[in-house]
């Protein structure tokens, strides 16, 4: 797969991004009324953004090759390091702010990451469709 076809895929990711980052700064009255601190979603907004941009990488290598222990690697390697730039953010804001922590922007961010953890996994089973039709 081309750089190209591989930066096509993964722009639907990047408008979720945009629209998520543009609904965060316009509407940010109604989410402080929620409960919900509109800086620490941009935050967790921009990590999660960076997070699957380097998960989707390694399935994006994963997926073009054919060595199984490979694939198998890169696959367990992405998800582990989403996990683990979530779980070190979240530790950070937990532990530097402490009694002023947001849940409702814990809770955004979380949904957030499912938002992008499936659009990020039908982007790859269709490129994995793909890769299997051209073989």
Known sequence: ???????????????????????LLVLRSLWESWGINPDVMMVGNIILFLA???SFSLYNKAIRNNNVQVFLRMVYGGMFLKMMICLIA?????????????????FGCMFLYFVYTFVEVSILM??????????
């Open 52 to 54: 699957t941009a380097g």
């Open 90 to 106: 979240a530790f950070i804001y937990i532990v530097s702010v402490k009694k002023g922590v947001s849940k409702g922007a814990i």
């Open 126 to 135: 269709k490129l994995s469709k793909q890769q299997k039709k051209n073989v």
């Open 1 to 23: 797969m081309q750089p190209q076809s591989a930066a096509r895929a993964f722009l639907p990711l990047t408008i979720i991004f945009v629209i998520t980052s543009t609904l």
